[in-house]
């Protein structure tokens, strides 16, 4: 194919011919015809970084985003896609500064304000994740996916009143939108509603059978109720929809240790820690059991997935702690074990302050009841060191993280001792 060479308007009408019929091989042959002719025409090299971004190529698309940015520094839409190929690349840091730019020159522009709050969401940072994706509601109000994704920023900060909220705006407006109706279900469950949280989940059912994660968030609520054979049937449907997936397993694992299935709790932690050997869930299902079961050294496991943790990680690193000190305990390390766990609840009490009413000794956490999933309370073998008893809060991740998740979440931990 011959691209047209008189004018650069030509050669990007040829191109753009092209791209609309899918054949991206013909508009990067076009467009490197073009910019060997016209090297300092920025709508030519933008529409290259195109080319080579929608074919995965972004390394080959970045000079291109670059150069025309550099040629039209006025032009919103350049700075615009040279960012959008650094999110692609995971340099986040320069995306940030790229999407600052461009609402330097474009306030307002919801493309840009959304894909700055989801950086800031990405790289761990929600509280500034929720001022641009607000400025963007603000914008534009019926904008739904940004309305989810303000509804994920107040999520990750703990605020699940107001993210249940967000998430009841984009149902009214569009009732049968997946990702909020999986999102409402999976708040209203952690805010102590599972009836209520089995309305959205149940739909989203209806809408998207193969659902993994509104399966297990139903298994939880299942669990929750004592409704054990209902529960399994979801987590066997989960498991049947994704038979690699470690939350499944993990999930199916402590569901089995509530229905004192012992063995094939067992299986299941050894499953998940074969899927991912750091998650802090799996780890602390696979402390319940001793070390002739668990067929390697635990508290090493244990040591580096903490080790491996960022600085927020706060509920990640004592859900370990506690697992760590049961899992020596389990090995008969009762000494160790005594010192971990008090050293785990002392630094539970600083991440989580608690009251003490004057004249008791008894803490008070306004954390989760005894109808929560994570207050799960721990029947410990008779210590035969001598020392008091071991006393351990089992920490458990979020009830329905998502599967694909893969940031770190706001703490959300167990009360104290």
Known sequence: MRAPSNSPDQVLSAAREALEKGDLAAVTAILGRAIEQFPDHPPVQNLMAIAHHFQGNQEAALPHARRASELAPDVAQFVMWEATILIALERNDAAITCLERALELAPGDIDALNNLGATFLKIGRPDEAEHHFRQAVECEPAALPVRNNLG???????????????????????????????????ILYELDSPRQAEIPLRKLLRQKPDSVDALIVLAQICRRRGAYEEGERFILRAQSCAPENQKVFENKGNFCLDWHKSGEALQAFIAAFNIDPVSPGTLAG????????????????????????????????????????????????????????????????????????????????????????AHEPETNPPDVSGLPPLIIIAGMQRAGKSTTDTHGEHPRCEKGV
Do not use: M
């Open 286 to 373: 696979l402390s319940h059991f001793t070390p002739d079961q668990w067929g390697f050294d635990l508290c090493q496991a244990i040591t580096s997935a903490r080790a491996a943790l960022g600085p927020d990680e706060i509920n990640s690193r004592l859900i370990l702690d506690f697992a760590k000190a049961r899992a020596l305990d389990k090995a008969g390390n009762h000494d160790k074990a005594w010192r971990v766990a008090v050293q785990a609840n002392a630094d539970f009490r600083r991440a989580y302050p608690i009251d003490v009413e004057p004249g008791t000794d008894f803490a008070k956490h306004p954390g989760p009841g005894p109808d929560d999933p």
């Open 152 to 186: 994920l920023a107040l999520y990750r900060q703990n605020k699940l009143s107001e993210a249940a909220d967000q998430y009841r705006e984009v149902l009214d407006r569009a009732p049968d939108d997946d990702a909020a109706l999986f999102e409402l279900g999976r």
